[in-house]
């Protein structure tokens, strides 16, 4: 494999910064619930706006370009603790006039002379018209990923959640993390505040050793009918050297699998389609190794370009966006373009009403440009 430049880790392996939510007209409203909605912490996208996080949960107006508080009643102070910007985490999810999001607790209890791990997990929802907050799902067999993508189709949220690979030392002392373990594909109706546990998404990885302590999932998106989960774990352990070499590629390192839940079947199985560097409803987008070429799918067809996208790019307004080299395809006739004095950026968005890409980079900052001023 070709050597690239060293790649975020984060969640054993990369941050994503993966498909935008098929929106509806009122940002604030998505009536329409047979279509789609993909979120994740770095693409909170709505129809005029999106939802970030910096120390509390703030609001980019794309027209006004203005970021404020997320708030329901007027004249907040945002420093209060029940101030819905500080209680929705980092990535609440806008749907049907309410932010839903999770609050979860993982602790030691003591029971007679035994040391106990258990979770404690609830999915919230808070009103955006009276600030109300209530109760929609509780459950303890796991603990969410909520900032590592979610669907929702069909009044139902899904999303990945681990037992937080509990482990008791010589001493007595239980340890947990978000890697390893087993992990699953969860499902919540937001009607009737039922809670499915599917199972787990993988569980061969268990045969190495490295595994136990770098096995991960994400969600990738929502494409043709069935949600995609990115699914990465070493084989082997990796020491800190490794991945302070210059030219390190977690590639070389992880086993990348892709794997595909079907909401309606509720059937989990491994994917034909290669892990993910980009899903929504009608587009995939991969890192081919054996052409060494990324490979789009978007509506039907196929295309192929000669760069390497690996596991991070976009697909916005007939445009392939790859992060990773700076530059950006057009679809329509295969030109390549640099991103010029904005290739420390994503492109996350496209403002429609205006004709404008949003844009981000990972200290937050936010950027948006016309069509003219990308090019």
Request: aromatic share 14%.
């Amino acid at each position: 494999m070709k050597k690239t430049k060293l790649l975020s880790i984060v969640s054993s392996i990369a941050l994503l910064f993966t498909a935008c939510g098929n929106k509806t007209e009122d940002s604030r409203n998505q009536s329409d619930s047979s279509e789609p909605v993909y979120i994740n912490s770095s693409r909170n996208c709505y129809d005029d706006g999106m939802i970030y996080y910096n120390n509390k949960a703030m609001y980019y107006d794309y027209a006004t370009e203005e970021s404020t508080p997320l708030r329901a009643k007027p004249n907040c102070s945002h420093t209060v603790s029940g101030c819905v910007a500080n209680i929705v985490g980092e990535c609440p999810v806008m749907y049907n006039d309410y932010l839903y999001f999770f609050n979860t607790v993982q602790d030691i209890k003591e029971t007679g002379d035994r040391r106990e791990f258990y979770i404690d997990s609830k999915l919230c929802r808070v009103s955006l018209d009276s600030s109300e907050v209530e109760t929609v799902a509780e459950f303890t067999d796991s603990a969410p990923h909520d900032c590592d993508g979610c669907v929702i189709y069909n009044n139902k949220l899904y999303f990945t959640a681990s037992d937080m690979n509990p482990q008791t030392d010589d001493y007595g002392m239980i340890y947990s993390s978000t890697s390893g373990g087993e992990h699953y594909i969860c499902g919540i109706d937001l009607e009737t505040g039922e809670y499915t546990n599917y199972g787990i998404i993988y569980d061969a990885d268990k045969q190495y050793e490295g595994a136990s302590h770098s096995s991960s999932p994400m969600i990738a998106g929502f494409y043709d009918g069935k949600i995609y989960i990115n699914y990465s774990f070493c084989k082997e352990a990796m020491t800190g050297d490794e991945s302070a070499q210059e030219n390190f590629d977690p590639r070389d390192y992880f086993t990348l699998l892709c794997f595909e839940f079907d909401p309606e079947t509720k059937e989990i199985k491994e994917s034909d389609l290669p892990y993910s560097a980009y899903a929504d409803k009608d587009s995939y987008v991969y890192y081919d190794l054996q052409k060494d070429k990324s490979v789009v799918i978007d509506k039907g067809k196929t295309y192929e370009f000669d760069c390497d996208v690996e596991i991070n790019a976009s697909l916005i307004n007939n445009k392939l966006f790859n992060f990773h080299e700076q530059s950006w395809y057009d679809l329509s006739d295969m030109s390549e373009h640099s991103m010029g004095e904005y290739g420390d950026y994503h492109v996350v968005d496209y403002y429609d009403k205006e004709k404008s890409y949003i844009l981000t980079d990972y200290n937050g900052k936010i950027v948006k440009l016309t069509e003219e001023e990308l090019t």
